[in-house]
């Protein structure tokens, strides 16, 4: 489904993506691991449209997507849950959700959508009317998720969807992604937390230095003592 190849991304006169190359096959689940800086967030940003590579191919579906902007990307079904939530604080639940439509224009579609995630997230369905502000933080990750899900994406970005939540909203958030999987959406995951990539993803690439470092079984990164301690500071 998605092949990037020989991505390069610069900052200014600061290259942070050099020449990476990886691939997340349709219905699989892929982590992307790293340190802080390594290039991890750049990565989803290029392929969300937020960034424009200086050089690479990103293949999705037989097309080249390299350059096109986020309306675009996210019409052609590249849909990304920002890291920290980033839900609009002072709109209601389900105004969140209604806003992750905007490129839609089948109304009767949505709600039903809508339905379906308050059946996926029954919490949201009780706070559906409450701003999304006032909510916890696994509960406006579930907002975050699901305002996502109605842009009907099929490929689903995720930035360290885990990261400021407590292990039992963690623990929720992989059954969520599980859930997902077994529904047929292909993911690519971003983490620190190696316990949850190996948790979820068939597949795992390893960033350093803006390079891909290691790739190999996620359920095995675990394992690897060498690559805990040389890739990810562990």
Known sequence: MLEVNGLNV?????????????????????????????????????????????????????TDVAGWA????????????????????????????????????????IRTDIEELYELFP???????????????????????GRALMARPKLLLMDEPSVGLAPLVVDMVIDTIK????RGLTILIVEQNVGVA??????????????IAYSGAAPALINDPEVLSSYLGR
């Open 179 to 182: 859930t997902l999987h077994a």
């Open 123 to 145: 919490r949201l369905r009780e706070r559906r009317g409450q701003r999304a502000g006032a909510l916890s933080g696994g509960e406006q990750q579930q907002v975050a998720i």
């Open 10 to 62: 610069w900052y200014g006169v600061t290259e942070v993506l050099r020449d990476v190359s990886f691939r997340v096959p349709e219905n699989k689940i892929v982590a992307l691991l790293g340190g802080n800086g390594s290039g991890k967030t750049t990565i989803l940003n290029s392929l969300s449209g937020m960034v424009a590579p200086r050089a690479g191919t990103i293949m999705f579906d037989g």
């Open 198 to 211: 190996a948790a979820v993803a068939e597949d795992a690439y390893v960033l350093k230095d803006g390079e």
């Open 70 to 109: 986020p309306d675009r990307m996210v019409k052609r079904g590249i849909v990304q849950v920002p890291q920290g939530r980033e839900v609009f604080a002072a709109m209601t639940v389900r105004e969140n959700l209604e806003l992750g439509a905007a490129t839609r224009r089948d109304m009767a579609a």
